[in-house]
């Protein structure tokens, strides 16, 4: 059973940076196309960015220029590297991987920007 789980979310001030980590477990991120998704409170649940098996990403115009997705397949992980935060980027921050034509969720992790 493929399980996802994010981590490195906490508290940051704005300008502030945060790293993201999904680790997954029972299955490879090889050859799996993965994304970064957020929900800020009370919101609903928004893509942020994709990464394909080759490390090519697309993501929103709100986070280009200060998040970048990336890979590691050796690791079974994908990271988001959010920089220049503002109070709007706070959300919970979900990882998401189709296998096999099944949709996996993380159970997301928590990112705060506040001053």
Avoid: H
């Amino acid at each position: 059973q493929v399980q996802l789980v994010e981590s490195g979310g906490g508290s940051a001030q704005p300008g502030g940076s945060l790293r993201l980590s999904c680790r997954m477990s029972g299955g490879t991120t090889t050859g799996v196309t993965m994304a970064w998704y957020r929900q800020p409170p009370g919101k609903q649940r928004d893509v942020v960015g994709t990464i394909f098996p080759d490390g090519l990403t697309n993501s929103v115009n709100e986070i280009k220029g200060r998040f970048t997705i990336s890979r590691s397949d050796d690791e079974n992980e994908i990271y988001l590297e959010m920089t220049e935060l503002k109070i709007e980027d706070t959300a919970t921050y979900y990882c998401a991987a189709r296998v096999r034509g099944q949709l996996y969720w993380g159970q997301g992790t928590r990112v705060t920007v506040s001053a």
